[in-house]
């Protein structure tokens, strides 16, 4: 089950929406901080319930795009039962300006697989009122090299919006 665990883990990863760009800000000196808080409830040896709160930041969007520099917050939960699971939850998009985009995500995988993600994106406020749109994501290979007890995976998606 801890294995599984971790592997469920790596999902949670594989959801972040993973672009890259360099950043010229001054590093902080000083500081803290969780990327992801998860409570996990074990149902036997195959039923299994994960609850998630992970946040990060959006790098590598176009300079013109609303999530360029944005950080995020999910918020969802996991079911699995025999090493397949289904997943749901919000995501929350705020801009550097304090601007915020609104999701809503859905997917389904297996363990040691791989998932699948769908987001539609719902609403937002300030210049993103109205904003529509989708995200697609699949989950890549997993890190093999992650401390005990992290796990780190990538995800290669699109997506697509529309601000009125």
Known sequence: MKRFTVGMLAVLFGLVVTFSTVSAAELAKEGSGRT????????????????????????????????????????????????????????????????????????????????NTSLEIVGGQGECVGITGTLELKSGPYAKSSPKGYSMGTSVGTIRWKIP
């Open 36 to 115: 992801a808080k998860i409570n996990v409830l074990k149902m036997g040896e195959e039923h299994v319930q994960i609850n998630f709160d992970e946040t990060g930041i959006v790098v590598d969007a176009p300079a013109d795009s609303p999530f360029y520099n944005a950080s995020f917050n999910t918020m969802g939960t996991i079911h699995a039962v025999n090493g397949n699971f289904t997943y749901s939850g919000a995501a929350l998009w705020t801009r550097p300006n304090g601007d915020q985009i609104y999701g809503t995500f859905k997917g389904d995988g297996k363990q040691g697989v791989g998932t």
